[in-house]
């Protein structure tokens, strides 16, 4: 029997590296797409920062095919839904029934992305939905993967640590009230090496800077 396709909803992190993780394990589906809202005016993946050349270099050591949802800097929620519900007819006329995410316990981010899929005839999977954060956080270094801090909130956590290795050092070190998977969006990560990938990302890290309020280390693909 042919295996049920889906898309991944991508960030480039590790919540959504973890998830492709886990439904490769499992091994009930077809993973067409990762999906990944890119601002088109700074070529950056929303909210994250990382480039868009390294979510296509995620991509091709994942052996999935990148699929991007393009908005403008600014972009309202009408904008974002816009551009999501044309790739949703897209993934429709090709056959494919679910989208997973790799959202762990906010139940009001679950309760949005259900009621927008809610009338599309495409199904919302949450692959690590309920996982305790901090066996999670530990798990996927045993896994092997690689991340670095990409974001800050500096209202949560400070500065120095922005550009830091994801590890057990970043763990120990973080204040308690921090969820160690940054699930209430205390960080953010870009993952470059991994069970996932056939190969490691080369990176190196630039500088980083103050924008909108957050903390951005600018990672660059090594040549």
């Known amino acids: ?23 490769r394990i499992q091994n009930k589906y077809d993973i067409r797409y990762l999906l990944t ?10 909210m994250h920062g990382v480039r868009e050349n390294l979510l296509l270099e995620q991509a091709k050591r994942a052996s999935i095919e990148s699929d991007i949802a393009y908005i403008s800097k600014g972009s309202n929620n009408e904008e974002y839904e816009k ?16 989208i997973a995410f790799g959202d762990l316990f906010l139940e009001d981010i679950r309760k949005y992305r259900e009621k927008k899929m809610s009338n599309t005839g495409v199904k919302c ?16 270094i045993k896994a092997g993967f690689k991340a670095i801090i990409c974001t800050v909130d500096p209202r949560k956590l400070g500065k120095e640590n922005a550009g830091r290795e994801f590890d057990e050092a970043f763990l120990d070190s973080i204040p308690t009230e921090v969820d ?6 205390e960080f953010h990560t870009f993952v470059y090496d991994g069970p996932i990938f056939n190969r490691s990302i080369p990176v190196r890290k630039g500088e980083t800077v103050l924008r909108d309020n957050f ?3 600018d990672i660059l693909l090594e040549e």
């Open 215 to 217: 903390y951005f280390t």
């Open 37 to 46: 809202t890119v601002t088109r005016d700074y070529g950056r993946i929303s």
């Open 83 to 98: 551009v999501i519900s044309t790739k949703i007819e897209k993934y429709k006329r090709e056959g494919i029934s679910r």
């Open 125 to 140: 999977i949450f692959p690590i939905w309920g996982e305790n954060t901090t066996k999670l956080a530990h798990d996927f």
């Open 1 to 23: 029997m042919p295996k049920e396709k889906i898309v991944l909803s991508w960030s480039g992190g590790k919540d959504s590296s973890f998830s492709l993780h886990t439904l």
């Open 180 to 185: 160690p998977c940054g699930e209430n969006g």
